[in-house]
């Protein structure tokens, strides 16, 4: 508790200077303005006492001085570093109000942060304020029955599988072991089960939301149904989730196939012909979980022509995998591996473990597109242009990658567009751009970027250019991200005004942008 009271004096000199040098609100509309003034006759001795005695003992909060600090505003992306002054790690779901509603009543800004892994270059607008960390509540409880589990805001792949899988169960999550279900699940939720059961955010049952006003409410079909409809999708726009209740499913069986290729450059057009034919228009077979590939540099294969790594999952055997595989098994590759293997085994295979590369914290520089089908005149394009930037970016140019992502999407597609927030049902490959860079190559690393997105987009003509909204590179537009049909757009708006009126939650990707 002293270390409570001592941190939380501490805290108040930089809220103080805080709220007192911070222009917040202009020209927006009315209902979005948000009072600026502080009281002021506010002392060190009342925030003590507030915080203090507000918040759980095994909270902790601390700001730049701590020697936690420099781990604790470490992200993901370097780029997407919010600058933050204090960090309060909630030790209970039921802090997570009382922290807000302290914030409001002192007109300090606040963030929820779960693993910080989200990529959007808009997290850096954020000038001032605390990052709520949610990483202490990471409980995952399977609910009698076995149809449903508990999990705490800040829970993540690796930890739900560990509590379901040895019970012989799984669920819808993102692809990687380490990213947040928070942020992940917000926006929608790509990943292996999406063929078979839908989007992550299709087998959210339930959330426990502390509101912008620090109100606490059940989102669910019967409660705040509007909210629901909101949060599967634009959800980090309205609130922050103390608790989702989630739909588990009984695992098919102890393992899936995998089978990973490695081809040279002159294959290019015969793999993606062979993509195109398994994948069709949206239909890659549910069971087919993933589909992933990317262009990069293999320094051992060679230093200047990228090559083309494509890595399939299977729920079910390797008969029927490599049935639908037959064709990628009859183009020459330099690297051909199979085998069958448990789940976990499968995230390490596919290098989307929490150990791999992908994991791992960088200055990273992308942009992302989505796609129905590959337009293989404009993949050979894009590979053209990738070994060129490659000769001409030797900082850099052998960390940049082509990223291609192809999730079943059989189950999501079953599910009524119209009936949440997600409004890219109709997409079945994302894809994106993505490199680490040093310092003061951002804007080549951004040319790369945007050029290879627009190339991306340049290939279906006839589509309007969409981007997911969690793989977003914070410069599209409100209609690219949320979805081009103007209800939807007017919705969400409407939904900001109800539950979001001072648009508090306006640092990831935001409906109504900061001014
Ligand atoms: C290596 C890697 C792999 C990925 N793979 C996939 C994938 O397979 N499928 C997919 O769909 N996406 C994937 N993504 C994208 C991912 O969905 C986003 O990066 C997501 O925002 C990360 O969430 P987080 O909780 O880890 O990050 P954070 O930065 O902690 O969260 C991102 C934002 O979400 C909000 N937020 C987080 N938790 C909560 C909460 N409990 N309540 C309210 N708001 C909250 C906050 O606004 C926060 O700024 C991947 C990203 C990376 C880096
Ligand atoms: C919006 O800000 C005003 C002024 O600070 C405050 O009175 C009101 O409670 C806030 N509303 C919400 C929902 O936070
Ligand atoms: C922390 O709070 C719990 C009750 O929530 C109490 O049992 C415990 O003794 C407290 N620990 C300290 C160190 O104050
Ligand atoms: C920071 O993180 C590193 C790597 O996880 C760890 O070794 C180190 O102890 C951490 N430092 C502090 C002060 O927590
Ligand atoms: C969040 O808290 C966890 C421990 O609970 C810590 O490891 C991490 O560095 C913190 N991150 C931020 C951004 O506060
Ligand atoms: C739930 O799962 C556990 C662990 O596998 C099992 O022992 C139990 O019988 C299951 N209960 C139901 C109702 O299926
Ligand atoms: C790079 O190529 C070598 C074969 O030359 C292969 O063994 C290795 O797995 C490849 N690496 C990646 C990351 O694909
Ligand atoms: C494929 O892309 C090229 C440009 O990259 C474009 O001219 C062509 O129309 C596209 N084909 C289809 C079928 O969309
Ligand atoms: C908080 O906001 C919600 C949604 O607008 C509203 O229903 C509720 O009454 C508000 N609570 C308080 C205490 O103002």
């Not at 509590?163 to 699940?185: E, H, I, M, R």
């Not at 729920?315 to 098994?329: I, V």
Request: proline share 5%; with cysteine.
């Amino acid at each position: 508790m002293n270390t409570l009271l001592r941190l939380s004096g501490w805290i108040l000199t930089l809220f103080l200077a805080s709220a007192s040098s911070k222009p917040i609100g202009s020209p927006v509309p009315r209902y979005f303005q948000r009072d600026l003034t502080t009281p002021a006759d506010i002392t060190s001795e009342q925030v003590q006492k507030d915080l203090g005695s507000l918040i759980s003992n095994t909270s902790l909060i601390f700001g730049s001085s701590s020697d936690a600090w420099a781990n604790a505003t470490d992200r993901w992306n370097y780029y997407s570093k919010p600058n933050i002054q204090a960090v309060i790690q909630v030790g209970q779901e039921s802090d997570i109000a009382k922290v807000v509603k302290y914030c409001n009543e002192n007109s300090i800004e606040f963030l929820a942060y779960s693993r910080g892994h989200g990529m959007t270059t808009t997290l850096a607008q954020m000038k001032g304020g605390v990052e709520i960390n949610l990483s202490q509540l990471t409980d995952v409880t399977i609910q009698p029955g076995n149809k449903t589990a508990i999990l705490q805001g800040g829970a993540y792949a690796d930890k739900i599988l560990n509590t379901l899988l040895p019970q012989g169960y799984t669920a819808v999550l993102g692809a990687n072991g380490c990213v947040g279900f928070g942020g992940l699940s917000l926006g929608g939720g790509l990943g292996r089960l999406q063929g078979q059961y839908g989007l992550v955010s299709d087998n959210v049952i339930s959330m426990n939301v502390v509101l912008a006003n620090g109100s606490t409410v059940t989102v669910n079909e019967n409660s705040h149904s509007d909210l629901f409809w909101a949060m599967r999708g634009a959800g980090h726009n309205f609130g922050i989730v103390t608790q989702f209740k989630i739909r588990i499913f009984p695992v098919n069986g102890p393992t899936w196939h995998y089978h990973s290729y490695v081809w040279r450059q002159d294959k290019l057009e015969a793999v993606f012909n062979a993509l195109n034919d398994l994948q069709g228009v949206g239909k890659l077979p549910a069971k087919m979980g993933a589909s992933l590939g990317q262009i990069s540099i293999n320094s051992s294969v060679s230093t200047t022509e990228a090559v083309i790594s494509w890595t399939f999952a299977y729920d079910g055997s390797g008969n029927e995998a490599e049935t639908l595989l037959a064709a990628f098994n009859k183009i020459p590759a330099i690297v051909n591996q199979q085998g069958d293997v448990s789940y976990p085994e499968l995230l390490v295979v596919q290098e989307t473990n929490s150990a791999s590369a992908s994991c791992s914290s960088q200055r990273y520089i992308g942009a992302s597109a989505n796609m129905q089908t590959y337009n293989v005149t404009t993949q050979r394009l894009l590979y053209n242009l990738f070994n060129k930037n490659v000769a001409l970016q030797p900082d850099f140019g052998a960390n940049a990658r082509l990223y291609y992502e192809g999730f079943s999407s059989i189950g999501s597609q079953a599910i009524d567009a119209a009936s949440t927030a997600y409004p890219h049902r109709d997409e079945y490959l994302p894809a994106y751009f993505i490199t680490a860079v040093p310092e003061g190559k951002e804007d080549a690393a951004r040319q790369w970027a945007y050029a290879s997105r627009d190339m991306w987009n340049q290939g279906q003509p006839n589509r309007r250019p969409t981007t997911y909204v969690n793989f977003a590179a914070g410069d599209e537009s409100l209609e690219m991200i949320y979805g081009p049909e103007p209800w939807r757009l007017e919705k969400l708006r409407k939904l900001k005004a109800k539950y979001d009126p001072n648009n508090s939650f306006r640092w990831f990707n935001p409906i109504i942008p900061p001014n």
